[in-house]
């Protein structure tokens, strides 16, 4: 679809597979991306190539590629006709995982609005602080959120409208949406992800950058082909939804939908003979623990992709032991540059194993310095990325944009090191960012929560290494004078309001003083060197 997945050797004996200026040439060509074109008008190609073939199923139902395009139609004209939305208008999705979730984020981005997705396991004050934000003027979800949406107050500009959608697929329609009335580089969907002070950023993708991720998807995570069933249990509201599953709908492959469970999945697997699986190594992690997992046929997987959290290199052959005719792909990216930067090919996963790989087709990589100078190999620096799949800017914050983008490459705050050969080994994140299951939580963002506390002279977070989920939140306290120290039941009380679940701490401890440097500076490194075992209270 997008590229031969194999590696060339550069001037320095590195590997690497083709650079963005010769990709985006060679696909724009193919596909005729070039004036106007819409990412959902882009996909609706594979309905008029395989108009019969099953393109997504979730439950009991499957659509072909003709009736999931003529829903998404259908979609469109409901937004357009019963709510007025027209391009540039901002539409939010709060759905959990289902074909309805697709349909309608694809029916947004068909009328040329901006899709604006958010986290299902957000509280009110999340929820709040990002519609005012992005602006939006509609609300798509469903009735088991709607306490949730009760509890946000109305912003600056109003309360944006709401509604409410039963399951149920929407009607065809004809001449909704014009591919040729959007041009490609208006803005598309509207990605969140916490910032380092704390108040989240809207990751800006336009259609052209959301088209090219799909397109280096499959080449990049081992599943270009028709053929492709492809299972989807991670959060479609997270923007791997655009490197890992939507591509199946570009390769002509089947993507089946459903909710994480353990024993759930499995039957999925075995049930739709599924070849290719992605999940957080949380997910992989229970899928080998469980007890019954040997009932199972799980033999039609041929790939088993994961990211978005480190994977304990001893875990991976307890990966594939369960999956034993799979090849393994690792790889990571992050929001700003369309879910993917680098993956390592099956074939290095043991031989390589900690790496996250190489640039993926499209992707030009560096390690760099402070001054952005390319640095050795064996030397850690900062990861930047450039790329057609990179996004535009983060909404509303153009200073945060010059810095990210500076020098026109995405520097994306994860410090590592390449090895001769080109491979890249993360070793720290330069924004203290803990990765929880695949949720990526910023310390400063529950730090701010915790301070606000009574009795709180001082409040660092980090991340607790876990086996199950890569990552947990700790909290160190220190008590103002006099103040008596909290348990950890009033404290993740007092997250509740402000945090979703996920981003409070599971653990604190309080000391009498915060290791500083003579600046200040709270030394993160020597807290991380203080969870060694056994003193840790849980939660």
């Known amino acids: 679809m997008g590229s031969d997945n194999a590696a060339t050797i550069d001037a320095r004996g590195r590997l690497q597979r083709e650079g963005p200026e010769a990709f985006w040439a060679r696909a724009a060509a193919a596909h005729g991306l070039t004036g106007n074109l819409t990412y959902p008008g882009f996909l609706s190609r594979t309905a008029r190539r395989l108009p019969d073939k099953t393109a997504m199923v979730f439950g009991e139902r499957s659509l072909s590629y003709r009736r999931l395009f003529d829903a998404v139609h259908g979609a469109a004209a409901c937004l357009r006709d019963e709510h007025g939305i027209a391009k540039g208008a901002r539409v939010a999705l709060l759905l959990e995982n289902s074909d309805i979730y697709d349909i309608w984020y694809f029916a947004v981005m068909a009328l040329g609005a901006v899709a604006v997705p958010l986290n299902v396991k957000l509280v009110p004050a999340e929820i709040a602080f990002m519609l005012q934000d992005a602006g939006c003027v509609l609300v798509l979800s469903e009735a088991r959120f709607a306490e949730t949406l009760r509890g946000i107050a109305p912003g600056a500009g109003g309360a944006p409208a709401l509604r409410l959608l039963d399951g149920a697929l929407p009607g065809a329609a004809s001449g909704v949406f014009d591919p040729g009335a959007v041009p490609i580089d208006a803005d598309a ?246 990765i929880r299951g695949g949720e990526n939580i910023y310390s400063s963002e529950v730090e701010q929560v915790l301070y606000a506390m009574p009795g709180i002279a001082l409040a660092a977070v980090v991340g607790q290494p876990s086996e199950l989920f890569g990552e947990e939140v700790f909290a160190f306290l220190v008590a103002r004078e006099g103040a008596p120290r909290l348990t950890l039941d009033e404290v993740q009380a007092h997250c509740a309001g402000s945090l979703a679940k996920f981003k409070r701490p599971t653990a604190i401890r309080y000391l009498d003083a915060l290791p500083q440097t003579a600046t200040g500076k709270i030394q993160k490194g020597e807290l991380k060197a203080m969870l060694a075992p056994p003193a840790v209270q849980k939660g």
Request: with cysteine; glycine share 10%.
């Open 189 to 434: 969907a509207i990605y969140y992800t916490s910032g380092t002070t704390g108040r989240p950023k809207g990751v800006v993708h336009t259609h052209r950058s959301l088209i090219a991720g799909t397109l280096q998807g499959p080449s990049a995570w081992e599943y270009d082909t028709e053929q492709v069933v492809n299972l989807a249990v991670t959060p479609l509201f997270h923007i791997a939804n655009h490197t890992v599953f939507l591509p199946t709908l570009a390769v002509g492959g089947t993507l089946v939908i459903d909710i994480f469970g353990t024993e759930r999945m499995l039957e999925l697997i075995q049930r739709h003979r599924v070849t290719q699986v992605f999940a957080v190594p949380s997910i992989l992690l229970l899928l080998t623990q469980f007890e019954e997992r040997d009932r199972f046929d799980l033999g039609s997987v041929t790939r088993v992709a994961f990211g978005a959290a480190p994977m304990p290199v001893h875990k991976l052959e307890a990966v594939q032991a369960l999956f034993p005719n799979a090849a393994l792909v690792h790889g990571m990216g992050q929001t700003e540059c369309s879910g993917t930067t680098v993956t390592l090919p099956s074939p290095q996963a043991f031989e390589k194993a900690g790496s996250v790989g190489i640039n993926i087709a499209g992707t030009e990589i560096r390690i760099v310095d402070g001054s952005d100078a390319e640095l050795p190999a064996g030397t850690v620096g900062e990861l930047v990325a450039r790329g057609p799949n990179v996004m535009s800017r983060y909404l509303n914050r153009p200073e945060a944009t010059a810095d990210a983008l500076r020098g026109g490459w995405l520097h994306t705050g994860d410090l590592g090191y390449r090895d001769e050969q080109g491979c890249v080994y993360l070793v720290d994140r330069k924004k203290d960012m803990i």
